[in-house]
């Protein structure tokens, strides 16, 4: 059996930048239809939009922010209604605001909450009921190796990534009868954007702390989620996979 994506209909939040836009991407080279969210990166979120459709998919980039149940509910309902179904869900949207827990304000820490975890919550329950129409689905959440190890300046990071993992497991308990599945892809430093950002001395510390001694490129974690979406991971449920070039072992 090949990996393949075929006639599967596929929602990525966050998915105009980064590692969410790479994973969209990905579902479809493998043969999915895709739709994207986003803030405010409507630009960009356009033209994963054309990228998308220079495949022979279908796409759309529908601007909603993740932190709202009702935008979810909105989002999910547009999408089966002219797609008929949602096979794939994967939950990618997050934030930082790090700082140290001594001076890190309630605004830095509600905002990285609700924005990581809430919206994982506002997604997954959206999706519940036309997946379990379908008879199925996958649900892919990307949380982050800080949530397994922690990070001084990510306490309220670490947090929201550590609870999209407790609560990928409970989603999985209660939907695997119904056929719908939930896994956690955990990254560790991936070269993105947000990554571009840290000082040479960091990134070289980063190096000499992982295994593999580079960082991680969003493509690697995009086949990764691509794996768990399709049918070759019929049977993998509840799971954590970190892409960390082994930096959590």
Do not use: C
Request: proline share 2%; hydrophobic share 40%; net charge negative.
């Amino acid at each position: 059996m090949e990996l393949s994506l075929n006639g599967k209909t596929a929602l990525v939040t966050g998915g105009s930048r980064g590692i969410g836009r790479f994973i969209a991407v990905t579902l479809a080279d493998l043969g999915a239809d895709v739709t994207i969210t986003y803030v405010s990166s409507a630009d960009a979120a356009n033209e994963v939009k054309a990228e998308i459709e220079s495949k022979g998919r279908r796409a759309k980039a529908i601007q909603a922010d993740a932190v709202s149940y009702e935008k979810a509910e909105r989002v999910i309902s547009e999408i089966t209604a002219d797609w008929e179904k949602l096979d794939i869900l994967v939950n990618n949207a997050g934030i930082t605001r790090d700082n140290l827990i001594l001076r890190m304000n309630e605004e830095q820490w509600d905002e990285v909450i609700d924005t990581n975890l809430k919206s994982v919550f506002n997604y997954s329950k959206a999706a519940a009921k036309p997946m379990m129409r379908n008879r199925g689905g996958s649900i892919i959440n990307i949380s982050s190796v800080v949530g397994l190890s922690g990070n001084a300046g990510q306490s309220n990071y670490a947090a929201s990534k550590a609870g999209i993992i407790g609560f990928t497991k409970s989603y999985a308990k209660e939907l695997a009868s119904r056929s719908i599945r939930a896994n956690v892809v955990a990254p560790g430093y991936i070269t993105t954007e947000m990554t571009g950002e840290l000082d040479d001395n960091i990134l070289e510390g980063i190096k000499e702390e992982t295994p593999l001694g580079r960082p991680g490129e969003a493509e690697e974690v995009a086949h990764t989620v691509a794996f768990l979406a399709s049918d070759l991971s019929s049977y993998i449920t509840g799971e954590i996979i970190r892409v960390d070039g082994g930096l959590a072992m």
